[in-house]
């Protein structure tokens, strides 16, 4: 399957059967994640590949590898790493390999590279029980709700994942045929981490618009944009 399918039948996965995965599927995965397109290129980053030991979650589940993603604290960082690790998540589903984004962990006996911070991870590996879900089994918001006009082209941002399912973004149509990204501020801060979080979702959206758009995609921070109640602008692109 390849990643553009792959968006229209992933989910995160929260059953591992245990067993690691070979070290030429990890080199694949390294591999894969060298060429995945940054959103940002001036932004430094980098990942490790772990297992359990290495890391501290709130999750009852365990898997048996775990990616942990750190970047300089830079312009739009939050939204690159989802950006480039989005691509990686589905290059993984893609090869029959679950994986579950997680915000609430973090490294354990770990040296964080110099000048990088810890972002967020993600848990990985095979999975116990079926990997694909059906097409009617997304719980998504209705397209209306995250775009001013009703646009099959951004089906793809709609189905992304994003932290608890919060899908925080808002598109809207310029005259020129570029598309403004918008975040929704929320109203009720339950958790602290939810706007570090969140930043990371619009990187993710952007992912699924890359991912089905790989010729024409063009991102820019800036652009010329209306304010919008309640949200905050995150930038602009051609699809
Ligand atoms: C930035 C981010 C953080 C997340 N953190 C967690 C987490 O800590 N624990 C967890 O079980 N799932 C976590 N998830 C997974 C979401 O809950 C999941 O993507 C969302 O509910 C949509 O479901 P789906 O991925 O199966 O389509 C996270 C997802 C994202 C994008």
Same mark, same amino acid.
């Given at each position: 399957?390849?990643?553009?399918? !792959?968006?229209?039948?992933?989910?995160?996965?929260?059953?591992?059967?245990?067993?690691?995965?070979?070290?030429? !599927?990890?080199?694949?995965?390294?591999?894969?994640?060298?060429?995945?397109?940054?959103?940002?290129?001036?932004?430094?980053?980098? *990942?490790?590949?772990?297992?359990?030991?290495?890391?501290?979650?709130?999750?009852?589940?365990?898997?048996?590898? *775990?990616?942990?993603?750190?970047?300089?604290?830079?312009?739009?960082?939050?939204?690159?790493?989802?950006?480039?690790?989005?691509?990686?998540?589905?290059?993984?589903?893609?090869?029959?390999?679950?994986?579950?984004?997680?915000?609430?962990?973090?490294?354990?006996? *770990?040296?964080?590279?110099?000048?990088?911070?810890?972002?967020?991870?993600?848990?990985?590996?095979?999975?116990?029980?079926?990997?694909?879900?059906?097409?009617?089994?997304?719980?998504?918001?209705?397209?209306?709700?995250?775009?001013?006009?009703?646009?099959?082209?951004?089906?793809?941002?709609?189905?992304?994942?994003?932290?608890?399912?919060?899908? !925080?973004?808002?598109?809207?149509?310029?005259?020129?045929?570029?598309?403004?990204?918008?975040?929704?501020?929320?109203?009720?801060?339950?958790?602290?981490?939810?706007?570090?979080?969140?930043?990371?979702?619009?990187?993710?959206?952007?992912?699924?618009? *890359?991912?089905?758009?790989?010729?024409?995609?063009?991102?820019?921070?800036?652009?010329?944009?209306?304010?919008?109640?309640?949200?905050?602008?995150?930038?602009?692109?051609?699809?």
């Amino acid at each position: 399957m390849d990643l553009k399918e !792959t968006i229209y039948k992933r989910q995160s996965i929260r059953k591992y059967d245990g067993d690691s995965l070979s070290d030429e !599927t990890l080199d694949e995965i390294r591999q894969f994640i060298h060429s995945a397109r940054p959103l940002n290129p001036d932004i430094e980053w980098s *990942y490790d590949i772990v297992g359990g030991d290495n890391v501290r979650t709130l999750q009852r589940f365990k898997a048996p590898h *775990y990616l942990l993603m750190f970047s300089q604290e830079k312009d739009n960082y939050l939204q690159n790493i989802g950006f480039i690790f989005q691509q990686v998540d589905l290059f993984l589903q893609s090869r029959g390999i679950g994986s579950c984004w997680i915000g609430a962990g973090g490294p354990k006996d *770990y040296e964080i590279p110099k000048g990088q911070k810890f972002i967020i991870l993600i848990a990985f590996g095979k999975p116990q029980g079926k990997l694909y879900r059906e097409s009617s089994e997304f719980q998504r918001k209705i397209i209306c709700e995250i775009s001013d006009e009703r646009d099959s082209k951004l089906m793809p941002a709609r189905l992304a994942p994003s932290a608890a399912n919060t899908q !925080t973004w808002y598109f809207t149509h310029n005259d020129d045929g570029s598309y403004n990204l918008y975040r929704n501020k929320r109203k009720i801060k339950l958790n602290k981490k939810m706007d570090v979080w969140n930043q990371i979702d619009m990187g993710i959206a952007l992912a699924h618009l *890359y991912v089905t758009n790989e010729d024409t995609f063009k991102f820019s921070l800036d652009g010329p944009h209306e304010g919008l109640k309640n949200k905050v602008f995150e930038g602009t692109f051609t699809i």
